[in-house]
């Protein structure tokens, strides 16, 4: 089933696709049916209303949904050196051995081939990393994981394939292939750091908020739509991410050290 999936996948017009979808989520839908149409979504995929800044009649389309803040005081930021970018399930989480990130047991891909930069890849080896995945009714901003001073954010580019976890399980360096974007972090001890959001079929485009200047651990810097995949990799002088076991539930804020 893998194979096939995996050739499927492949054989996919995957960018085209993407576009005409993201064009689709952004049409507006009449007021009226608002409230009902984000209800029926949230039941359908597990968002949780109750935190939701303003009246759903608010959203004007199914991506201005997606890309729902948070009601002020939702989600107090824990007082750790490091802490969830965003609300999703682990992928995997751990340290960072020879330059390579598992994606799944048994497969591994090159940090130099996600960032983009062979220089960058080297201070981050022997650090720490954390993969987490946004399915579609999680909520799709993206925030620093520890306070530091953003240098630049690159745009990468690639393919769009689904970073679901069938097609984690069978794509070989899935998240180095798609289209990311590369913010570029300094921790304020001198430490390297990066936060990668990875592009995936059918999120209807990226959306970066801060690209530069010192950030706060919680501060946003950027948005998705849809759902999507978020890695972040600190290196080895800086504190850890904790370990933990694929398809553990983590939310934006919490504690990601022990």
């Known amino acids: ?13 995957k960018v085209a696709l993407s576009r005409v979808c993201g064009w689709l989520c952004s049409v507006p839908l009449p007021r009226r ?26 959203f004007r389309s199914l991506q201005a949904f997606f890309r729902r803040s948070l009601r002020p005081g939702s989600r107090p930021v824990a007082p750790t050196p490091l802490v969830w970018p965003c609300d999703g399930r682990i992928v995997t989480a751990g340290p960072i051995h020879g330059g390579r990130i598992p994606q799944v047991k048994g ?14 890849a ?9 993969t987490i995945y946004l399915a579609p009714g999680d909520y799709h901003r993206v925030h620093s994981p520890f306070t530091a001073a953003i240098g630049g954010v690159t745009a990468l580019p690639g393919t769009l394939f ?9 794509i070989d360096r899935l998240f180095a292939r798609n289209a990311r974007h590369v913010f570029r972090c300094r921790l304020a001890n001198g430490t390297t750091a990066v936060i990668v959001m990875v592009g995936a079929y059918n999120v209807g485009g990226t959306v970066v908020t801060r690209s530069s200047g010192n950030v706060l651990a919680g501060d946003e810097v950027g948005q998705f739509g849809f759902g999507s995949t978020v890695v972040v990799l600190v290196g080895p002088s800086a504190a850890r991410f904790r370990a ?4 553990t539930v983590v939310r934006m804020g919490g504690a990601a050290t022990d």
């Open 1 to 13: 089933m893998s194979a096939v999936r995996s050739l499927l996948l492949h054989a996919l017009p």
């Open 33 to 58: 049916l608002r409230a009902t149409f984000f209800g029926w979504f949230a039941r359908r995929y597990g968002a949780a209303l109750g935190e939701v800044e303003g009246d759903l009649a608010s």
């Open 107 to 120: 497969n591994d891909y090159a940090v130099a081939d996600l960032v983009g930069d062979t220089e960058l």
């Open 122 to 130: 080297r201070a981050l080896d022997g650090g720490s990393q954390a």
């Open 162 to 170: 689904p970073v679901n976890p069938p097609a984690v399980r069978c």
């Open 244 to 247: 933990a076991d694929p398809e």
